[in-house]
């Protein structure tokens, strides 16, 4: 039935043509993929089994199974502390990028003049921490141009008891990086927000609802896919974060002579798996639920 629908006396029919150029057009997107995705992807995982050297016969690979991974975790005294950190520093960032911008979003999504300016200024670090330059403002301590240390509050907090302050000392030390990781969010969220039709607001306004009892009934449960979307993309974010100290000690064991390409290519699939767990249990804890059946009686 499908040939009959694409050929016709062995010709190409409408819809036929439509798919072959349609391929046609996709094809250098996916030949690119293939080889600078795919094939670098699952070679990697070859890298990080095998002990590579370099001589004048050209480039020999031995076989060592998982000794790279062992040596992390059992030698390597710099890794697990880099690989913690890294992981910590996504497990508090994310929530915290999340919630900024969802309140920024809602601030941006009201009437009031030069709406239009102040998204535009929320979205600039986006622009700016694109490329290099990233590296030259962390480089230069930009991201502590607001030394909250300084003000009553901050150490107020600090005198609690660590399990308590860390938290919050966290989101006070790192109040720039947020802003500069939220400019996308705040995007997703608004285009979620504009979808929402103001006859449901005006409806539950006439029934007496206030602004927070809108935002936990009606506001809230419609942009909950945004917020899984934006919960991914943000871990993503900041797991690929160039000058996170994971990325960049994966990078400075590239080139170990003992050990070329194979143990960075480890490290690599280590904070990978560890990545993709993060997000496995962000996706488990935001997914959309079915509503429960009530039991006929």
Known sequence: MKRKKYFNNGKLTIAGRNIFWGYLFILPWIIGFLVFTVFPFVFSIYLSLNNINFNIDGIQTKFVGLQYYKYAFQVDTEFPLNFTSSIINIVLSVPLVVIFSLIISIILNKNFKARGIFRAIFFLPVIIISGP??????????????????????????????????????????????LWF???QILFFLAGLQKISNDIYEAASIDGANSWVTFWKITLPII?????????????????????VINTSITNHMFDIDKVYSYSASLSWIYFIAVLAIIGVTFFLLREREPRRTLNR
């Open 182 to 184: 939220s400019g996308v």
């Open 224 to 244: 909950k896919p945004f917020i899984l979307v934006n919960a991914v993309y943000t871990i993503v974010d900041l797991a690929s974060f160039p000058n996170n």
């Open 133 to 178: 330059v990233v590296s030259e403002l962390m480089s230069n301590n930009a991201s502590k141009i607001v030394d909250p240390s300084r003000y009553f509050i901050y150490k107020f907090i600090a005198t609690l008891p660590k399990s308590i302050n860390t938290p919050f000392l966290y989101i006070f030390d790192n109040l720039v990086l947020i």
